[in-house]
C-alpha cells in the first residue's frame, strides 16, 4: 500500500510545522558584516598607488623568481619521494620463483 501526502506551504511555515529554527536574523547579519568586509576591501583595492605596485617591473621579476623557486622545489620533492618510494617498494617485494619475469 502506498500513501502520498501533498502539503502546500511556503519554507517558512514548513520550517515551523517541523520545529526547525528560524535562521534569517543569523543570515542578515552575516550578510551584512560580509558586505561591510568587502566594500572595506574595495577601499583598499580604490587605492591610486594599487595598479604601481602591482605593475612595478621589479617586483613583477621578483614574484615570477619565487613562483619559479617554489615550483622547481615542489617537483623536485614529488620527484625524490617517487624515487624512494619506487626503491623501497622494489626493495620489499618478494621474488617469484615459479614466473620469471619476460621481457
Not at 561591510?36 to 617591473?57: D, I
Request: aromatic share 6%.
Amino acid at each position: 500500500m502506498k500513501i502520498t501526502f501533498n502539503i502546500d506551504c511556503t519554507p517558512e511555515e514548513a520550517r515551523n510545522l517541523l520545529g526547525l529554527p528560524d535562521l534569517g536574523p543569523m543570515q542578515r547579519a552575516l550578510t551584512e558584516e560580509l558586505e561591510k568586509k568587502m566594500k572595506e576591501s574595495m577601499q583598499l583595492l580604490n587605492n591610486p598607488l594599487t595598479p604601481q605596485n602591482w605593475f612595478n617591473p621589479g617586483l613583477q621579476s621578483l614574484f615570477w623568481e619565487q613562483m619559479q623557486k617554489t615550483m622547481q622545489n615542489i617537483t623536485e620533492t614529488a620527484a625524490n619521494n617517487m624515487l624512494s618510494f619506487s626503491h623501497s617498494s622494489s626493495e620489499n617485494a618478494a621474488p617469484e620463483k615459479n614466473n620469471p619475469r619476460v621481457i
